[in-house]
């Protein structure tokens, strides 16, 4: 299994999880690639121990090779510290 992990800071209204619903502040995004390549979208406090799956943000990859594509577009969707 292959993972990325990113600190990012998140916007107003946070992100959903399945777990414990809305997270906001100052988080990390993990990206989990399987190998059957079933991608799961993690996050969590900085610093915290406890992963909570990101609501409707896991998929599958027909292709490994896009594991950091689809990382960096979370990213990017999700880093909004002016909002």
């Known amino acids: 299994m292959a993972s990325l992990s990113t600190l990012f800071v998140a916007g ?3 992100v959903m999880t399945d777990e414990v ?3 906001t502040g100052d988080l990390e995004l993990c990206t989990d690639l399987s190998e059957d390549g079933n991608l799961r ?3 969590r406090y900085e610093g915290a121990e406890e992963w909570y799956a990101i609501t409707g ?3 599958a990859l027909l292709d490994p090779r896009d594991h950091e594509q689809v990382h960096s577009l979370l990213v ?3 880093n909004r510290p002016e909002g």
């Open 41 to 43: 979208a993690l996050v």
């Open 12 to 14: 107003p209204g946070g």
């Open 21 to 23: 619903g809305v997270v």
């Open 76 to 78: 990017g969707l999700l």
């Open 57 to 59: 943000a896991s998929c």
